[in-house]
């Protein structure tokens, strides 16, 4: 199975600051033939189930503000909020679909410093 | 715009059978272009995929190694919606349980289901 890391597991950013959340798999996620790294993140607030951000690990999913973004190939991956909001104070998770068993981070909450 | 509804108990006692489903709309249980998954989420064990039915020309089910032995997926192509048992529940799976799909060529999870909270107490 792909573990996936996330670092770190809890973040406190000033609002207008920018928030970077780190996710490290065990095993590279970038398929060769496509030269795409299978990779998505998520975000979750409470009672809510994940809502997806990003895939491809840095295409942005439709209606996501464009102050998150995706970067990252391979082994190592990252979200930044450029300006965080008081409606991203959530946690966030990484996952790998590169191959089954589908993996998650175990996630990282994110609060007002 | 495809929506998954989820139901069934919320309270399951231990040795017992968990059994939820989810219903689709906007989509077909049965699509060539579509996988129909359960997660699940606890504070101990994260976000868990537990598997996935899908249809390529008959069905297929693909369970996590952790539950393998217990769990069981039934797609019901006449209400387009597919089903959860997980048999001889402990204290352990208690657990919040999603439902979501993953499209073809993709890998990501999308929609999900509103999630359903499973104590398994006696």
């Known amino acids: 199975d792909i573990v996936m890391t996330q670092s770190p597991d ?23 033939s496509n030269h795409k790294n299978y990779l998505a993140w998520y975000q979750q607030k409470p009672g809510q189930p994940p809502k997806l951000l990003i895939y491809w ?33 959530t946690v966030y998770y990484c996952q790998q679909y590169y191959s089954t068993p589908y993996t998650f981070g175990q996630g990282t909450k994110l609060e007002i410093k | 715009q495809v929506q998954l509804q989820q139901s069934g108990p919320g309270l399951v006692k231990p040795s017992q059978t968990l059994s939820l489903t989810c219903a689709i709309s906007g989509d077909s249980v049965s699509s ?40 069981t997926f039934n797609p019901d192509t006449s209400k387009n919606q597919f089903s959860l048992q997980l048999n001889s529940v402990t204290l352990e799976d208690t657990a919040v349980y999603y439902c979501t799909r993953v499209s073809e060529g993709r890998g990501w999870f999308d929609p999900w289901g509103q999630g359903t909270l499973v104590t398994v107490s006696s």
């Open chain 2, 32 to 71: 060539n272009s579509a996988t129909w998954n359960w997660i699940r989420q606890s504070p101990s064990r994260g976000l868990e995929w537990l598997g996935r039915t899908y249809y390529r020309s008959k069905w297929y089910n693909d369970y996590a190694v952790s539950v393998r032995s217990r769990i």
């Open chain 1, 57 to 89: 690990a840095s295409t942005r999913e439709s209606g996501v503000p464009d102050r998150f973004s995706g970067s990252g190939s391979g082994t190592d991956f990252t979200l930044t909020i450029s300006s965080l909001q008081a409606e991203d104070v």
């Open chain 1, 10 to 32: 809890s973040l406190a950013v000033s609002l207008g600051e920018r928030a970077t959340i780190n996710c490290k798999s065990s095993q590279s996620v970038l398929y060769s």
